[in-house]
């Protein structure tokens, strides 16, 4: 009962600002991440492993994150479904003309590309894309791990920053709004799996 009135509450917050996506402007968004200070962490090209100044690599790449995917976790950090004392305080100051435009400009950036080092550890990624298969990440996530509307890209997120979301997810820190429910999904796996799995996403292109 807990989780559904949660979701109920994100819905109702939620779903003003999706039936207004399209209105996202990518430049005004731009601008405002910049004056916001979105970029310090999160990278100038949405991307923090390249050009971020984050030390805490649970911080998460937003570059080529689906538009209303951004809109929504902002929308939750506004309202307090999700909790974070930056990002709670940011979003504070945030309209919905403006969440609509950061939106925009985070899904028109191209992911990250970077060339791969090498595997240090093939075991993981092996074990993690079995894992991924036996939980049908595609299913959700789209057929690349690209994002579909409301649910996140996970191809080449950082590597720390999925392992968190997904421990947050089991214990309950942190609850999703998709077709499942993201603590289900996960309750089955143990610390290898989450690991392995956040891995193996991270190296995906």
């Given at each position: 009962m807990r989780a559904f009135g949660w979701l109920v509450a994100a819905m109702t917050v939620a779903i003003p600002l999706a039936a207004n996506a399209a209105e996202g402007i990518p430049d005004a968004g731009k601008a405002k991440a910049a004056s916001a200070g979105c970029l310090i962490c999160h990278g100038a090209d949405g991307v923090a492993t390249a050009n971020g100044i984050a030390t805490d690599k649970a911080i998460p790449d937003l570059a080529a994150e689906p538009d209303l995917f951004v809109q929504f976790q902002l929308v939750f950090y506004r309202k307090g479904v999700r909790k974070n004392t930056i990002m709670s305080a940011l979003a504070q100051s945030l309209s919905n003309e403006d969440i609509r435009n950061l939106g925009a400009y985070f899904a028109s950036l191209p992911a990250a590309n970077?060339?791969?080092?090498?595997?240090?550890?093939?075991?993981?990624?092996?074990?993690?894309?079995?894992?991924?298969?036996?939980?049908?990440?595609?299913?959700?996530?789209?057929?690349?791990?690209?994002?579909?509307?409301?649910?996140?890209?996970?191809?080449?997120?950082?590597?720390?920053?999925?392992?968190?979301?997904?421990?947050?997810?089991?214990?309950?820190?942190?609850?999703?709004?998709?077709?499942?429910g993201m603590a289900d999904v996960v309750q089955p796996l143990g610390d290898l799996e989450m690991k392995a799995l956040a891995h193996y996403l991270s190296r995906l292109r």
């Open positions: 970077a060339p791969l080092p090498p595997d240090a550890a093939p075991e993981q990624t092996e074990l993690g894309a079995n894992v991924a298969r036996a939980i049908h990440c595609t299913n959700c996530h789209g057929d690349h791990y690209e994002g579909v509307d409301n649910i996140p890209r996970l191809a080449g997120q950082r590597e720390d920053y999925s392992y968190k979301a997904l421990r947050d997810f089991k214990s309950g820190t942190r609850t999703a709004v998709g077709a499942a």
